[in-house]
C-alpha cells in the first residue's frame, strides 16, 4: 500500500537556522498540506498546496515558513530562521483530489530547536 | 473561527467494554468528519470517516455517528482490546473545496485496562 515519506524522521538545529523538511506524498496525489504537533498536543494546520500554488495556510504559517514541489515527487517545507518554539513533529499529509478528502499523513520529522 | 471540542480527554474502560469519544464543531459548512488513531510517536491513521449526508457508519468494532443539527459527531468503540489504547483525535473538514485544512480536536487518551 503507498505511503507518504518524510526525512529526516528528526532534525536538530541551533536556534536562527534553517530547516528543510522532505515529503514524498503518495503519487497519485494532488493536495499536499503540512500540519504540525507540539509535544503533547493536538495536530494544528499549517498550509495546504495544489497546482504548484498554496491554496490556504494559516496563522501560524508566517513570512519563516515556505513550501516548494522542486520536482513532480517532493514537496517541501522550510523554515527559514528557526525559533525555539519551533520545536515540534511536522508531519505532511496529501490527499487524491477534491471530492476523496482523505488525507493521509507521512511518518513525520521531529524537530528541536536548541 | 474554525474549532473542534473533544471530550473527553483521557478515557479509561476495561477490556471488553465500550469507549465513547464526543466531538463538537462550530462551522456548519464542515461536512467531512475523519477520525485518526495515533499511538504514542507515530503518525495518525485514518480509521473511520464519515460525510454529512450520513448519520451513522460502521466498521467491525467502530462506528461514528452524526448529528448535523448539533453539530455533535462521536466514536464508539465496541469489544475494546488493549491495542485499541492510544490518542483519538476527531476532525473536521469542508471537503469538496479544494485542499481543504483538517481541522483536529485536542484529543482523547484511550487506555484499556485488561
Known amino acids: 500500500e503507498p505511503e507518504v515519506t518524510q526525512t529526516p524522521s528528526h532534525q536538530v538545529t541551533q536556534m536562527g537556522q534553517e530547516v528543510i523538511l522532505r515529503c514524498v506524498p503518495i503519487?497519485?496525489?494532488?493536495?499536499f498540506y503540512w500540519y504540525r504537533q507540539i509535544l503533547g498536543q493536538k495536530v494544528e494546520f499549517l498550509v495546504s498546496?495544489?497546482?504548484?500554488?498554496?491554496?490556504?495556510k494559516s496563522e501560524i504559517f508566517d513570512d519563516q515558513f515556505s513550501v516548494e514541489r522542486p520536482d513532480g515527487s517532493n514537496f517541501t517545507l522550510k523554515i527559514r530562521s528557526t525559533k525555539l518554539e519551533d520545536s515540534a513533529m511536522y508531519f505532511c499529509?496529501?490527499?487524491?483530489?477534491?471530492?476523496?478528502?482523505?488525507?493521509?499523513f507521512g511518518p513525520g520529522t521531529r524537530l528541536t530547536v536548541l | 473561527g474554525e474549532n473542534v471540542e473533544q471530550h473527553p480527554s483521557t478515557l479509561s474502560v476495561q477490556e471488553g467494554d465500550s469507549a465513547v469519544i464526543k466531538c463538537t464543531y462550530s462551522?456548519?459548512?464542515?461536512?467531512?468528519f475523519p477520525w485518526y488513531k495515533q499511538e504514542l510517536g507515530k503518525r495518525p491513521q485514518l480509521i473511520i470517516d464519515?460525510?454529512?449526508?450520513?448519520g451513522e457508519k460502521k466498521d467491525q468494532r467502530i462506528a461514528v455517528t452524526l448529528n448535523k443539527t448539533a453539530k455533535h459527531f462521536s466514536l464508539h468503540i465496541t469489544e475494546t482490546q488493549p491495542e485499541d489504547s492510544a490518542v483519538y483525535f476527531c476532525?473536521?473538514?469542508?471537503?469538496?473545496?479544494?485542499?481543504?485544512?483538517?481541522?483536529f480536536g485536542s484529543g482523547t487518551r484511550l487506555s484499556i485496562r485488561p
Open positions: 499529509a496529501s490527499s487524491e483530489n477534491r471530492e476523496r478528502n482523505e488525507q493521509f
Open positions: 503519487s497519485n496525489h494532488l493536495y
Open positions: 498546496f495544489y497546482n504548484n500554488e498554496i491554496s490556504e
Open positions: 462551522d456548519s459548512a464542515s461536512n467531512y
Open positions: 464519515i460525510r454529512s449526508n450520513v
Open positions: 476532525a473536521a473538514s469542508k471537503g469538496y473545496s479544494s485542499a481543504s485544512k483538517i481541522i
